[in-house]
């Protein structure tokens, strides 16, 4: 049974450049969920995705968007990327009916420059 | 919105003793709390949940807690061991259910000394 994976494991970014972040969910769940996580902090929610469509936001700017694809996959893109940026991104899966019980991916470390 | 503290920041038990790790939450309609355990460089892993229907749940040697009224929660460990050192992180679920996004913790470091 295949946990939740994501890719690339790790990105240095320059400032003012877009990047993408993947995600797969575990096997049988449909709902993904996005968290940045900055060093030595607790994740913050970001937004989760259900039926391909955008359920649920966090307090980020629009510069953080997603998409889900039919297969329950999930990308996370970034624009304009600020240093601040810089943190490990996780992306959780769930199912829709029980989404808070969410199950992590190793995340991606994001590092801008 | 909800807001959710974790304390202490920082906790270090000799190997066999017990530890408590606890939350508070300001959100009264949240209804669902997760523990995480976050090994350095690794994923956050979920070692034990509660729902707002439960009082307290036991899993081997950890357990959770869930005072409703006062709107606190608390991890505890018993016969620690040094495996067990890592961050621990509590949340709280807003909505819940089918809509469950979750608000952390800070997070605990809890070191266990053989």
């Known amino acids: 049974d295949a946990g939740v994976t994501q890719s690339p494991t790790h990105l240095i970014k320059t400032r003012g450049q877009q990047v993408t972040l993947r995600c797969s969910p575990k096997?049988?769940?449909?709902?993904v969920s996005w968290y940045q996580q900055a060093l030595g902090q607790g994740p913050q929610f970001i937004f989760q995705?259900?039926?391909?469509?955008?359920?649920q936001r966090g307090n980020f700017p629009d510069r953080f968007s997603g998409h889900q694809f039919p297969n329950y996959s999930s990308e996370l893109n970034v624009n304009a990327l600020l240093l601040g940026d810089s943190a490990l991104y996780l992306c959780?899966?769930?199912?829709?009916?029980?989404?808070?019980?969410?199950?992590f991916g190793p995340g991606t470390r994001l590092t801008v420059l | 919105g909800e807001n959710v503290e974790q304390h202490p920041s920082t906790l270090s038990v000799q190997e066999g003793d017990s530890a408590v790790i606890k939350c508070t939450y300001s959100d009264s309609a949240s209804n669902y709390f997760p523990w995480y355990k976050q090994e350095l460089g690794k994923r956050p892993q979920l070692i034990i949940d509660?729902?707002?229907?439960?009082g307290e749940k036991k899993d081997q040697r950890i357990a959770v807690t869930l005072n409703k009224t006062a709107k606190h929660f608390s991890l505890h460990i018993t016969e620690t061991q040094p495996e067990d050192s890592a961050v621990y992180f509590c949340?709280?679920?807003?909505?819940?259910?089918?809509?469950?996004?979750?608000?952390f913790g800070k997070g605990t470091k809890l070191s266990v000394k053989p």
């Open positions: 949340a709280a679920s807003p909505y819940g259910g089918s809509q469950g996004n979750l608000i």
């Open positions: 959780a899966s769930s199912s829709g009916t029980v989404a808070d019980t969410q199950y």
């Open positions: 509660i729902r707002s229907n439960v």
């Open positions: 096997s049988g769940h449909d709902t």
């Open positions: 995705y259900y039926e391909e469509e955008e359920r």
